[in-house]
């Protein structure tokens, strides 16, 4: 049997940051399953998942936490495999000049109709013949099967009508 874990790390962003981890679970017989790492001011961020022999767990979780005491923050949380009620499976795109909030009533909205974020990926970046920030966000959205996607559509435009940024949903 196996048992799941997706723990963050943090560390200051130097070169083998990946093969100390990987290394770890390597030797405890478990999988590197996903991933996702990025360089943020100065620092390495990321999260992994990855499963191990049960057996192991204990051992794997005891030497990723020795890495705390170098310079890594870790947290590891157990994975969960219940079955879920189904849900729909939409992309959003957000672009549009950048300011305070954005982030904070497009999430609102979303909780608002029960739409959990599966994925979100954002940029600021200077915005050609403007010098002002354009503002990017994509994300994966899980839709409950109750909330029609018209009404949540609906109601993303409204705040980007607020907002001043263009959202387009589209089904996955």
Request: with cysteine; aromatic share 4%; hydrophobic share 35%.
């Amino acid at each position: 049997m196996h048992t799941n874990y997706v723990i963050s790390i943090i560390t200051r962003d130097k070169p083998g940051v990946i093969e100390k981890v990987s290394k770890i679970i390597d030797e405890h017989k478990g999988n590197w399953l996903a991933s996702n790492f990025c360089r943020l001011s100065g620092q390495f961020a990321g999260i992994v998942e990855f499963s191990c022999p049960t057996e192991e767990s204990n051992n794997t979780l005891n030497a990723l936490e020795s890495l705390s005491g170098t310079d890594f923050q870790l947290n590891i949380a157990k994975g969960d495999n219940q079955q879920t009620q189904q849900h729909n499976v939409a992309q959003l795109t957000i672009m549009g000049n950048d300011k305070t909030g954005i982030i904070k009533e497009i999430s609102h909205t979303l909780a608002s109709h029960h739409v959990n974020l599966l994925k979100l990926t954002s940029t600021c970046e200077s915005a050609p013949n403007w010098g002002s920030l354009l503002f990017k966000a994509q994300a994966d959205i899980e839709i409950p099967s109750d909330v029609d996607l018209d009404d949540l559509t609906q109601a993303l435009e409204e705040i980007a009508n607020d907002l001043i940024v263009d959202v387009e949903v589209t089904s996955l």
